[in-house]
C-alpha cells in the first residue's frame, strides 16, 4: 500500500499517454542505470544533486521521483521538492517494482540524442502517421520533443543540419516497413507493449495505408485528418489540434471500446 507521498506504478502507469501525466524524474545513480539501461515512458534522467536547477521549470507541476528501489535518493529528492512547493511523490517500489509489475520499459539505446528535447524532422503537411508520431513521441517517450515539417526533398538536409531525425520519409530507419507504418515501428523500438496502443496502431495503419477492412474505425480517422488538413495551414497548429484528437483515441482505444451510441434514448415516449 503505498504512503501518502507514494504512487503506485499500476497508477502512474493509467496516468502515462495521457494529458493530465505527471513530470518523471529519474534519479538513479549513474551505475544502477548503467546495469539496466531503460527508462519508464516520458521519464527523464537527472542526478539528484541538480535536482534544484530543475524547480523554476517543475514549480505549478506535478513530479513523480524515481530511483532504483524507491528509498532513500527518491525520497530525498522528493521531499527537496516540496520543500520548494511543488507537488511531488515518489514511485513506490522504484524501477524494480516497475519492471517486476511488468510495465513498459523504454531502452534508452533506442531513442535520438538527446534523450531529453530531441528534434524530430519529417514532411510537411501531415495526415496520418506524420500526426501520430509526434502525439506517440510526446505522450510516451519525451514530453519535450521538437518537430519541424519541412518539404519532402529538405528533410534529411533539415535533420542533419539540426541535428534532428527524420521519420515517415523512404530510406530512413524510422519509417514503414512492409505494410506497417511508422506508428507500428516506433512502438515496437520503444518496447511500448501497451494493449491500447496496439489498438490504436491497428487503426493507423489501416487509415495510412487505406486498408479500412482492418478497423471500422479507419475511415472516421482518414476524415478527420483530412479536415484538419484543410482546417490548418501551419502544420504546428495542425499538430496540437491532432493531439487532443489522438488523446481521444487513446483514451477510446483504453477504456471505452465496448461504449455505444444509438437513438432514440430511453426517455418516456410523450403520449
Not at 155 to 160: H, I, K, R
Amino acid at each position: 500500500m503505498p504512503s501518502f507521498n507514494e504512487i503506485s506504478a499500476t497508477n502512474l502507469m493509467r496516468l502515462i499517454g495521457t494529458p493530465d501525466a505527471p513530470d518523471i524524474l529519474d534519479v538513479c545513480i549513474d551505475p544502477d542505470f548503467d546495469d539496466d539501461p531503460r527508462l519508464i515512458p516520458t521519464a527523464r534522467r537527472c542526478p539528484h544533486d541538480q535536482i534544484e536547477a530543475l524547480v523554476p521549470e517543475l514549480t505549478g507541476r506535478r513530479v513523480v521521483v524515481v530511483c532504483q528501489k524507491g528509498k532513500k535518493l527518491s525520497q530525498g529528492v522528493a521531499a527537496m521538492l516540496r520543500a520548494h512547493g511543488i507537488k511531488a511523490e515518489l514511485l513506490e517500489g522504484g524501477n524494480f517494482g516497475w519492471r517486476d509489475a511488468g510495465l513498459p520499459l523504454i531502452p534508452a539505446a533506442s531513442m535520438p540524442r538527446p534523450l531529453r528535447g530531441a528534434v524530430w524532422v519529417t514532411r510537411h503537411r501531415p495526415k496520418i502517421d506524420r500526426i501520430a508520431c509526434p502525439w506517440l513521441i510526446r505522450r510516451f517517450v519525451d514530453p519535450a520533443a521538437t518537430f519541424l515539417f519541412v518539404a519532402p526533398a529538405d528533410v534529411e538536409l533539415v535533420a542533419e543540419k539540426f541535428n534532428g531525425t527524420p521519420f515517415d520519409i523512404e530510406g530512413v530507419h524510422w519509417s514503414h516497413q512492409g505494410e506497417r507504418c511508422t506508428f507500428d515501428m516506433m512502438i515496437d523500438a520503444f518496447k511500448l507493449d501497451i494493449p491500447a496502443l496496439h489498438t490504436l496502431a491497428t487503426v493507423v495503419r489501416a487509415a495510412d495505408t487505406n486498408r479500412h477492412d482492418l478497423a471500422p474505425e479507419a475511415a472516421g480517422l482518414l476524415a478527420v485528418s483530412v479536415g484538419l488538413s484543410r482546417a490548418y495551414r501551419d502544420d504546428i497548429a495542425q499538430l496540437e489540434a491532432g493531439m487532443t484528437v489522438y488523446d481521444a483515441l487513446y483514451r477510446w482505444a483504453r477504456d471505452g471500446q465496448g461504449e455505444t451510441h444509438d437513438w432514440p434514448t430511453n426517455t418516456k415516449p410523450r403520449a
